[in-house]
């Protein structure tokens, strides 16, 4: 992993990222951030303000972890990006069902639907209001 010292939020958030292909990488990658305290954002809503850690930390990976084999219905990930794979310290996670475009070189990338980082991450917009399965979803964790 590259040196990130004096890089705000945002140039990190557009630095080199590894992809998690497979799903047994993401089960690999989750285990190591549940080791850890971790900012958890979901794009649209207001950036968290702490970090989450032990069970909560666990509960919120383990949903996350269900809705994308859930929604995302192939043999592979892919959908989930890490600035290093084994010593993480952010990590893109997209929405399978609001993905957008992300590879084309005509148009904005849409941004992921999920930030993880041991950083306080920057406020991101997204391009459009944040579906309501979505905000339902998240909501399931605000008690």
Known sequence: MGDIAGLDFNQRLQGKFVGIMQWQQLDELWGRVKTG??????????????????????????ALGELLRREHDYSYCGIVYADDAENPTL?????????????????????????????????????????????????????
Not at 40 to 60: K, V
């Open 37 to 62: 305290a971790w900012y958890f954002y979901q794009i649209g809503e207001e950036p968290p303000t702490a970090t989450l850690s032990g069970d909560e930390l666990a509960r919120r990976l383990d």
């Open 91 to 143: 990590i893109k996670v997209y929405d399978p069902s609001h993905m957008g475009s992300s590879c084309s070189h005509n148009a904005t990338p849409s941004p992921p639907g999920w930030l993880l980082s041991t950083e306080p991450p920057a406020r991101i917009e997204r391009l459009a209001p944040t579906p309501a399965n979505r905000r339902r979803w998240w909501q399931l964790f605000s008690s």
